[in-house]
């Protein structure tokens, strides 16, 4: 296990190393660590802004540049299309670090803890407050609730369709995905970052223990059923925070209500 001052030299390091690469334009350290680290789990994270049509063959050099100068166990590459790669490492001593390569023409501020630490022309910082400015604009509530209640009841269907036939880890899945939608809906109503959970403990005590009742802490066929009906719960208390369209989602909360006293509770 690293330690913290490991982590640091790793970040130093790291750094140092890709802003001597040809056609890097800008280096990013995202999440916690561009605010000093969260607390001793959290790994590195790096974006990695290049020339626009350099970003392939940067990323293959960064990649092969980390390899080279540290102890790695293991590696994983991943392209999300033109102009877009991951590299995850795991370190000999467990510290991961993430180091993302984009161009600086689909460079897009998606989380809100980010700090430019290498800027080649300024361009980098003004297209990260740009582009995150343009997100905090205020949201289209009624198109957010339309859509979610427009697909809420295929996920709701297929926990119960798992409970009654009796298939316990599908329904612990589907559960997942109910969760899904309402973490979806927090985030949009307060502005947090909810993929995988980032931001949840900056909810308030009475979401957070809502959200607690939505597992299951046994098999039995019972506490399964209480985790379905405290998945919808959760999901029409939340929805309703958005204050539009109450009759519709009044309307689809009664009927899932009907729904579960026929087939589950």
């Not at 510290?95 to 390569?101: A, P």
């Not at 970052?193 to 931001?199: G, T, V, Y």
């Not at 506490?223 to 009906?229: G, I, K």
Request: include cysteine; charged fraction near 25%; charge should be negative.
């Amino acid at each position: 296990m690293y330690t913290e001052s490991e982590r640091q030299n790793t970040l130093d390091k790291v750094c140092s190393l890709i802003i001597e690469i040809p056609y890097v334009e800008g280096l990013i350290v995202v999440g916690s660590g561009a605010n000093g680290f969260k607390d001793v789990w959290s790994d590195i994270d790096l974006c990695v802004v290049c020339n626009d049509n350099e970003t392939k063959s940067t990323w293959e050099k960064l990649t092969a540049i980390v390899l080279g100068n540290f102890k790695i166990q293991r590696h994983q590459l991943n392209e999300y299309g033109d102009s877009n790669y991951l590299t995850i490492f795991l370190l000999e001593n467990w510290l991961q670090i993430d180091m993302g390569v984009i161009s600086l023409e689909n460079l897009v501020a998606k989380r809100k803890l980010w700090n430019v630490v290498y800027d080649k022309t300024g361009l980098v910082k003004k297209k990260m407050e740009g582009t995150w400015n343009a997100q905090k604009k205020s949201i289209d509530k009624e198109t957010v609730v339309k859509d979610s209640l427009d697909s809420v009841w295929y996920y709701l269907q297929n926990a119960v369709n798992s409970f009654n036939r009796g298939r316990q880890l599908r329904l612990y899945h589907e559960l997942s995905e109910l969760r899904e939608r309402s973490s979806s809906l927090l985030g949009d109503m307060y502005e947090l970052d909810m993929k995988h959970f980032r931001d949840v403990d900056s909810l308030n005590s009475k979401i957070l223990t809502s959200i607690k009742e939505t597992y299951p802490t046994s098999f039995d066929r019972k506490e399964l059923a209480r985790a379905v009906v405290g998945s919808c719960s959760l999901y029409f208390s939340t929805i309703k925070l958005f204050g539009v369209m109450i009759h519709e989602i009044e309307e689809l909360e009664s009927s899932v209500k009907k729904y579960l006293s026929e087939t589950v509770c």
